[in-house]
């Protein structure tokens, strides 16, 4: 096969594919364009005004609080306790 002929095989190639990737490019940004004009409708105007703006839950009054615990026993959970056997510099 002659050399130019390869040449302008390999050349004809490279175009198609720079152009299906452009094609897909140019589809990516139209869909997400899309997306996000569909979403843009989505905002829901927030009023503390309105009945649905807090219903109360019925368990509410029912949470578990956790025990008060002293300074000393959250330090030791949190590994910041100070050891009598460790030797201070």
Do not use: C
């Not at 050349?11 to 869909?31: G, N, Y």
């Not at 569909?38 to 578990?64: C, F, I, T, Y």
């Amino acid at each position: 096969m002659d050399l130019m002929a390869l040449r302008y095989i390999v050349l004809v190639v490279a175009i198609f594919i720079f152009l299906w990737a452009a094609v897909e490019t140019s589809l990516r940004i139209w869909r997400w364009r899309q997306q996000k004009a569909a979403m843009r409708g989505n905002w829901v105007k927030l009023d503390p005004a309105s009945p649905l703006a807090h219903q109360p839950d019925d368990n509410d009054d029912q949470e578990e609080q956790p025990p008060e615990q002293d300074l000393h026993h959250r330090a030791q959970q949190n590994g910041h306790h100070s050891s009598e056997s460790k030797k201070r510099h």
